[in-house]
């Protein structure tokens, strides 16, 4: 990527549950929809182990599916530049894990250029642990959260022997979207002898 690849900067919030998880991020405009999927895994902390979909106004992208033709448009044949330019929208879903259904807001907050010397994507900024993956959704995460605080409560004993003691530190989170990161320069090319 060229330092003339404009960035945008996102807002990632993750919907229904408390306290409150939310990314903001900058990507180049041209990333792919794919890689975008890879990127908010990596920012929020999920682990890529289920199917995803993201929605622009009404069409969906993701992992296509042979048997089912009315599935999500194709996630690796489309940027996020190709988004923007056809729709013209600031916001966007993101679902991940049809099964739990984590659904996330995402706000194009600006389109700026890229900074010299900046890798992207970049992690800003990171305020809450996302839930552990297979926890039942928000609903079954804000329960288990709800058992957890009551050591009296009933399943309280089965749910702290499984619940997973983690959580990540900014930067954790930023190490793993850095390992998805390309400079904005590249290197001149030398001239073959």
């Known amino acids: 990527m060229t330092t003339e690849t404009p960035i945008a900067r996102l807002k990632v919030v993750l919907d229904n549950v408390k306290p409150p998880v939310m990314r903001r991020l900058e990507v180049p405009v ?7 999927h890879m990127v908010l895994q990596a920012a929020m902390g999920w682990t890529n182990s289920h199917l995803y979909e ?3 106004s009404g069409v969906s992208f993701g992992i296509p599916d042979p048997d089912w033709p009315d599935g999500p448009a194709d996630a690796r044949k ?10 013209g929208t ?3 879903k993101y679902l991940y894990d049809f099964g739990d259904g984590w659904q996330h807001s ?33 609903w079954g995460y804000m329960e288990a959260l709800q058992t957890l605080a009551d050591p009296k409560s009933d399943g309280y004993k089965e749910l702290s022997e499984w ?9 954790d989170l930023t190490r793993r979207v850095s390992n998805l990161a390309r ?7 030398k001239k073959a002898s």
Request: with cysteine; charged share 20%.
């Open 30 to 36: 041209t990333i792919k929809l794919d890689n975008l």
């Open 54 to 56: 993201m929605r622009f």
């Open 78 to 87: 489309v940027t996020l530049l190709n988004i923007l330019e056809d729709t």
């Open 90 to 92: 600031k916001s966007f």
């Open 106 to 138: 995402i706000k194009i907050e600006r389109v700026e250029p890229a900074l010299p010397g900046n890798t992207y994507p970049a992690l800003l900024n990171a305020v809450g642990d996302c839930p552990p993956e297979d926890c039942g959704g928000p």
């Open 163 to 171: 619940w997973p003691d983690y959580s990540f530190s900014l930067g």
């Open 183 to 189: 400079p904005t320069t590249r290197a001149p090319r």
